[in-house]
């Protein structure tokens, strides 16, 4: 009594949920939005892309079958867990990689990434990112062999590093951006190649990271479904953007331009689809901006002062390994407050 702690504490009876959220209805909206994403794959990739996302879908779900029948337990097919690590895993391939490849790195995903710890919800990297790690290591050459567009040669031939021609038709924007640094021209060449093209997706790369409009549609759907919460998203774009804004004000003829940065690679790809895992980010909303920020930093960092590329799997994994550490600095107050406050 006279207690203000408790005032504001509305009792009714249960329940307390304010709509039905279900594993399964979670995942299907995931997959609606990564359907843009695959779709333009689809038309810049043609028949590689098609082959490539059946081929880690099929074997992660098998896998996951496989692993619950020898453990004994019940199936966990039906929550299309695996169906989305299988999509995210391919749409993280250069489309030229073998399906034999894409088959070890998704029964890697699965078995490595998510069964070991016991299933979905118990696993602490993100499979996706684990199977891909897995790839990177084991097959080095063959996931940074990139193809050209079909958009842009219907036969779609292996990028020849010495291809000099056209900035749509070297490696990857990417790789672009590590030459730029050395060559001090980026930010003139992005701005007279590749903007409109990593707009919509005409240049190489991964099958998923290549069309930011596509990848912008697919989050726009999962803000609006609120399958997603924009605070893991918008920490990642906003270090990243600040981390690059950083050294483009250095030296703006070798540095690219802070949105070169977030309209390329994985970048998209990560803040709306891979990073907002539930399963490998924090509890907390301080927590999944520390988190966001982390991942940003981390992929910036290894962009624009590492030797690889791209940084966004690296990153990931890395502060999914600090997301039990993040949970424990950003706990929950529990409802009336602190106990002993």
């Not at 039906?78 to 895993?89: H, K």
Request: include cysteine.
């Amino acid at each position: 009594m006279g207690d203000t702690r408790y005032e504001d504490i509305t009792v009714s009876p249960a329940p307390h949920i304010s709509r039905p959220l279900w594993t399964h209805r979670v995942m299907i909206d995931v997959i609606i939005g990564l359907a843009p994403a695959m779709a333009a794959a689809g038309y810049y990739f043609r028949l590689n892309a098609l082959i490539l996302i059946c081929t880690c879908v099929i074997s992660s779900v098998a896998t996951e079958w496989l692993c619950n029948l020898i453990r004994k337990k019940p199936n966990s097919v039906g929550d299309f867990s695996a169906v989305v690590t299988g999509i995210i895993l391919a749409l993280s391939l250069p489309p030229a990689l073998p399906i034999w490849a894409a088959i070890i790195g998704s029964c890697f995903a699965i078995a490595i990434g998510k069964m070991v710890f016991g299933g979905l919800g118990a696993n602490i990297f993100n499979p996706a990112m684990v199977g891909r790690a897995f790839l990177t290591a084991s097959f080095g050459m063959m996931m940074t062999t990139w193809t050209v567009p079909a958009t842009i040669d219907g036969k779609m031939p292996r990028i020849a590093p010495e291809n000099m021609l056209n900035a749509r038709t070297q490696a990857t924007p990417l790789w672009w951006s590590k030459k730029a640094i050395k060559d001090k021209n980026g930010a003139k060449i992005y701005n007279e190649q590749l903007f409109e093209s990593t707009f919509t997706g005409e240049v190489g790369g991964c099958l998923g990271e290549t069309s930011t409009i596509a990848l912008l549609i697919g989050a726009l759907y999962l803000l609006i479904r609120r399958t997603i919460n924009v605070h893991i998203p918008l920490a990642v774009l906003v270090s990243a953007f600040a981390f690059a804004a950083i050294f483009y004000i250095i030296d703006s003829d070798a540095y690219m331009q802070p949105l070169f940065h977030l309209s390329t690679g994985a970048m998209l790809l990560c803040a709306f689809f891979i990073a907002t895992d539930p399963v490998t980010a924090p509890l907390t909303r301080r927590g999944m901006w520390i988190f966001g920020a982390g991942v940003g930093t981390i992929t910036m960092l290894i962009r624009i002062v590492g030797a690889y590329p791209e940084g966004v799997m690296f990153s990931v994994l890395l502060m999914n390994a600090v997301t039990p550490l993040i949970d424990r600095l950003c706990k929950r107050v529990p409802a009336g407050g602190k106990p002993g406050v």
